[in-house]
């Protein structure tokens, strides 16, 4: 149970370990991932930033403009004149679209008309289309059906070139049709005529242009009135629609000597063109009144006023309302440094534009963006973009090095729990071996089994020997207990005869090597008489250091040399090197394996505790000395280096 309970915890920790290294990389990628994906053009990433910086400034002056209640009232650009009730009398036919007057029927004439637009369309066959679209006529009684399909009919028959055929149709659509019906606000009798005409001989196309005239000018036919368009000359709305301005000309030019002497073109623009500014003004004043009538809303924009007792009106001059912006707007506190704002005639700001046309009082007016040096602007961005990469991937290689770190710590962590559990075992185990050696010792001796003289001295010795291992198994718990507390070595510096002492030390060891089957080769240099050192301690120390290298480096033969050296201070340093002809240790290796608990690969197999090299080097500090591994080529030589002090430093 307990070797399952092992087994188990290491597999837990083993998947803690790998999780912090996953999780580490993880995040490692996902931000190495943000920091080319969030950054990948940073040139391109300075245009975009600049063209969302223009946006929100456009936004603002357009706020802003709306808070402080639009555009003052102007002096007028481009002017009409008129007489109350006479120029303003026309009556504009209201369309009627042909999709709204089909009555309810069978499909048969829907069905027809899609057959003929196909093979007009997709098949190019306009000669087999016809006679479907006049069987869709023949078959048919609805008005607005039969409007649409006489249209369709004269298109084709004037495409064919059969003119008697256009000229049954245009016959038909005149007599039928009173103007107003219309396809997309325009009027089908209107479209029929335009159509026919081409094909018609000279008297019939001059009658079918005088009737097509005659209904224009009387308003009877319906006719595209929208003036959201602008005039390209100048920038103002139109008071003549595209459309339908389109429309006269190629009526006018059926006819063009006709249409030069006809009075009725002009009266009817003139007309027209008050009938769109009373549209935008919602009415006409009357002539006395003496006001002057600005509106703002959907274009046109159009302002009345009274002149020598008639009336006048027109629409704002775009110059003029920016001169009236910049008296009463104040746009400067929106604008960023290098922006400008270049209202519609303005002159143009230097640099380049960065935002078009932002329309101001529904399109009428409106204004652009300029910045005085994008470039510098991008680059600008570009380098904040660089140092935005540069965070990005400096944060993910800190969280690949903190995955990498936490999981070192959390094996180092278990290993040391392994160490420290196997450590604990291997004392409880070991003490029973001192422990009943010794009970057995002391029995024979009071039983009187030990009784010769030689004997006893033997028994004795054994007896001291158990008791010396016994010390050094209770020290090496009692070291492992300060060690994880954090607490240093107690040492007990006494004056101590170093040449006698030495001696016995390099007994000792000789005969720990013997025991061993090793040899051990001694080399000790001269000695001070005294020194200040804890005798116990540094045997202790030098006992570690050579079974370590009986234990761990495969040699047989040992080597220990003890002498003086001098220091870089003022005392003498007394240096023990323990050297052997094993496997050495890589440079790498040489500064952990003083760690607690640390164990190389190859020594794991000999068994040991993993603090004798820990408690070598906490001993070197006690005494102000050091503990390092040389290369000894082959082997490995660990040197021990205690400065002495001069007995009158005791107290």
């Known amino acids: 149970m307990g070797l399952e309970r092992t087994k188990r915890g290491a597999r837990r920790g083993a998947s803690r370990e790998l999780l912090a290294l996953a999780a580490g990389f993880v995040s490692a990628a996902a931000l190495a991932f943000a920091g080319f994906a969030l950054v990948r053009d940073p040139e391109q990433g300075g245009r975009v930033a600049l063209a969302r910086l223009a946006g929100d400034v456009a936004d603002g002056i357009v706020a802003e403009f709306r808070r402080q209640g639009g555009l003052p009232p102007v002096t007028l650009g481009e002017r009409i004149s008129w007489i109350q009730g006479e120029d303003d009398a026309l009556v504009v036919a209201s369309p009627r679209e042909l999709s709204a007057l089909r009555a309810p029927g069978p499909a048969t004439f829907d069905a027809l008309l899609t057959e003929a637009r196909r093979l007009e369309v997709l098949e190019q066959r306009p000669a087999d289309a016809l006679p479907i679209v006049l069987r869709a006529i ?247 973009a660089a140092v935005l990469r540069a965070g990005l991937f400096l944060t993910a290689l800190f969280s690949a090095c903190a995955g990498l770190i936490a999981a070192v710590q959390l094996r180092r962590a278990r290993e040391l729990a392994d160490a420290r559990a196997a450590f604990v075992a291997g004392v409880s185990h070991e003490l029973r071996t001192p422990v009943s050696a010794l009970l057995l010792l002391t029995e024979n001796l009071q039983s009187g089994v030990a009784a010769a003289p030689e004997a006893r001295a033997r028994y004795l010795d054994l007896v001291r020997r158990e008791a010396l291992r016994l010390r050094r198994l209770v020290d090496d718990v009692l070291d492992l207990a300060r060690l994880q507390r954090g607490e240093p070595l107690r040492l007990r510096r006494e004056d101590v005869a170093l040449p006698a002492f030495v001696a016995d030390l390099v007994r000792e060891m000789a005969e720990a090597a013997a025991r061993a089957g090793a040899t051990l080769r001694p080399d000790v240099g001269p000695l001070p008489e005294a020194a200040l050192l804890d005798a116990e301690a540094l045997r202790r120390a030098v006992g570690n250091l050579v079974d370590n290298a009986l234990k761990h480096s495969g040699s047989r033969e040992v080597g220990l040399s003890i002498g003086i050296e001098a220091g870089d201070g003022p005392a003498p340093r007394l240096v023990v090197r323990v050297r052997d002809a094993g496997r050495g240790i890589a440079a790498r290796d040489r500064a952990r394996v003083f760690q607690p608990f640390e164990r190389l690969q190859a020594a794991r197999a000999t068994g040991g505790s993993g603090l004798g090299l820990a408690i070598v080097r906490e001993i070197a500090e006690g005494h102000g000395g050091t503990a390092r591994v040389e290369d000894a080529g082959p082997g490995a030589s660990f040197v021990l280096e205690l400065p002495l002090l001069p007995t009158e430093a005791v107290a």
């Not at 029929?192 to 000279?202: I, N, Q, S, V």
């Not at 005239?213 to 008071?239: F, H, K």
């Not at 190629?250 to 006809?262: F, G, H, I, S, Y």
């Not at 549209?279 to 020598?308: D, H, Q, T, Y």
């Open 138 to 384: 023949e078959g048919s009684e609805d008005p607005a059906r039969l409007a649409e399909g006489r249209l369709r009919a004269i298109q084709l028959a004037a495409r064919l070139g059969q003119a008697d055929v256009v000229r049954e149709q245009w016959a038909a659509a005149l007599a039928a049709l009173a103007g107003d019906e219309a396809l997309d606000e325009t009027s089908v009798l209107l479209l029929c005529g335009l159509a026919a005409a081409p094909a018609l001989e000279p008297a019939e196309r001059a009658a079918a242009c005088e009737a097509l005239a005659t209904r224009w000018c009387d308003g009877a036919l319906a006719l595209p009135e929208s003036t959201d368009e602008l005039d390209p000359a100048r920038g103002l709305p139109a008071l003549v629609p595209a459309r339908r301005e389109a429309l006269r000309q190629r009526l006018v030019a059926l006819d063009p000597e006709a249409a030069a002497r006809d009075p009725r073109w002009p009266r009817d623009a003139r007309r027209r063109q008050v009938a769109a500014l009373a549209a935008a003004l919602g009415g006409l004043p009357a002539p006395g009144s003496g006001e002057v009538v600005v509106r703002e809303g959907a274009p046109p924009f159009a302002c009345v006023g009274k002149e020598r007792g008639g009336v006048t009106g027109g629409f704002f001059d775009p110059h003029q309302c920016v001169l009236a912006l910049r008296q009463e707007h104040t746009f400067s506190a929106l604008l960023p440094p290098q922006f400008a704002e270049v209202f519609d005639e303005e002159s143009v700001a230097g640099g380049e534009r960065v935002r078009e046309r932002t329309p101001l009082l529904g399109g009428a007016l409106g204004f652009t963006l300029w910045h005085s040096d994008p470039d510098a602007f991008g680059r600008a961005e570009s380098r904040r």
